[in-house]
């Protein structure tokens, strides 16, 4: 019977000589691999979660490929699992295939641990490259333009506007700015009958978490292990945010359905066009972001890689390509939007239709309104998906801490400023 979390005992494995060569990072001179009792190829993979999916991914990648026995370990405490896996990795062990998200990625790649996944996809000839997101494949690539991590999905944070209110304000989405969406909020919210707010339901400290992670690249450069949330352009972020919840714009209390005017949310799958958009409004419009430079920001799902040293890169390799598959990326357990431009349109044509022919109902019942229009800008919202920075989580969470004394009144904007760039500039260079 199939382990779903493995254990390798030593007495009942074969091993052999392998000649794999493919990828970047030193080899050893006589790498060697394992065989289970049936004489298959063992490629092991580390994740952090047990979810359906990798076991169904599991069964359909061997059943392709009879030849090699995956094997699945998890690791569900996620501190374990980043101390275990970076200490296996570093010291050139541990898994062929592991789950990179959280783990220190500049550092395996300046050790030239990893395998080039760019490469591999170029001098693939199964793969149809024409097909792939590449979009989103590019914006994750590391700083030397090469792509280490692969994912096998993808989410997509969204802002999304009451259509209803919206309609007569004029809005450049494409170029405003907090200040500017602070004044249309107050204009539009104080216009009718009752009074409504941009936003609710989220306290200042988030709303800070939140436009950092947006913007991270402009506050921190992990390269150069620097800090810059000193700067008059951070101080006044905080400075803005107080002033709209000073201003009733913003509240963190929670607001019913129709009695806010906005909302920022991830996006999941294609379905979430329909159900996301319409979870507060009824003629939901999806908005660029204020200050949002470039496309729509990315969230990738959980992120995979290969050990430069490992004595199956070509059987773990073909997992990879198994997953950019059409079926690897049709797989119904499969978190996040496809990989596969194919696979995401046939999935909004097939919602289209059922919202044209009155089939397609949104999880409060309600039968939603979309124009072709709208579908139009539903594909173009995912191919032209281009921002992605790898915020760190650890600062993230001093900007929350720290900033909360500033919007509480206990500190000024420029000695909250001062405290998060020394403690954020302390982390980076430990």
């Not at 359906?52 to 998890?74: G, H, M, R, S």
């Not at 090469?146 to 304000?169: C, E, H, Q, S, T």
């Not at 419009?285 to 040293?309: D, M, Y």
């Amino acid at each position: 019977m199939k382990k779903w979390q493995y254990t390798i005992a030593s007495g009942i494995l074969i091993t052999f000589v392998t000649a794999c060569s493919s990828g970047g990072g030193e080899e050893s001179k006589s790498p060697v691999h394992s065989v289970n009792q049936e004489g298959k190829t063992i490629v092991t993979m580390s994740v952090q979660q047990p979810i359906p999916f990798y076991q169904t991914a599991e069964k359909k990648f061997e059943e392709k490929n009879p030849d090699i026995d995956l094997q699945i370990k998890v690791t569900e405490d996620y501190e374990q699992y980043q101390k275990t896996t970076s200490t296996e990795i570093l010291s050139g062990k541990g898994p062929d295939i592991f789950e990179i998200s959280g783990l220190p990625i500049k550092d395996y790649v300046n050790k030239n641990l990893l395998l080039n996944m760019g490469e591999l996809m170029e001098q693939d000839k199964t793969l149809n490259k024409s097909d792939l997101q590449m979009n989103i494949l590019d914006a994750l690539k590391s700083d030397d333009g090469i792509l280490y991590a692969m994912p096998f999905g993808f989410n997509l944070r969204a802002f999304v506007g009451d259509g209803n209110i919206l309609k007569n304000a004029k809005i450049d989405d494409q170029n405003w700015s907090w200040k500017q969406f602070e004044e249309i909020s107050k204009q539009l919210g104080e216009s009718g009958a009752e009074r409504r707010y941009a936003m609710a339901g989220e306290a200042p400290d988030f709303r800070m978490q939140e436009m950092i992670v947006d913007r991270y690249t402009e506050f921190v450069d992990p390269a150069a292990k620097k800090a810059m949330f000193d700067s008059p352009v951070f101080v006044g972020a905080m400075q803005q945010i107080k002033d709209m919840y000073d201003h009733k714009v913003m509240t963190s209390e929670p607001a019913d359905i129709g009695k806010q005017m906005f909302y920022s949310t991830v996006l999941r799958s294609p379905a979430d066009f329909i159900d996301g958009l319409h979870a507060f409004f009824s003629n939901p419009k999806l908005l660029q972001k204020p200050e949002q430079k470039g496309g729509t920001r990315i969230v990738p799902a959980s992120q995979f890689s290969i050990q430069a040293k490992s004595p199956v890169k070509e059987e773990a390799w073909k997992f990879i390509v198994f997953m950019l598959s059409e079926e690897g990326q049709s797989l119904q357990e499969r978190p996040g939007f496809s990989l596969l431009k194919s696979v995401n349109e046939k999935q909004l044509n097939d919602i289209q239709q059922q919202v044209k022919s009155g089939t397609y109902k949104t999880p409060d019942g309600k039968l939603p309104k979309m124009s072709d229009n709208e579908i139009a800008k539903f594909k173009e919202f995912i191919n032209t998906a281009d921002s992605y920075a790898e915020a760190d989580g650890k600062v993230i969470s001093i900007v929350g801490e720290e900033s909360m004394a500033f919007f509480s009144g206990q500190k000024t904007a420029d000695n909250v400023a001062k405290l998060i760039q020394n403690r954020v500039t302390t982390y980076l260079n430990e």
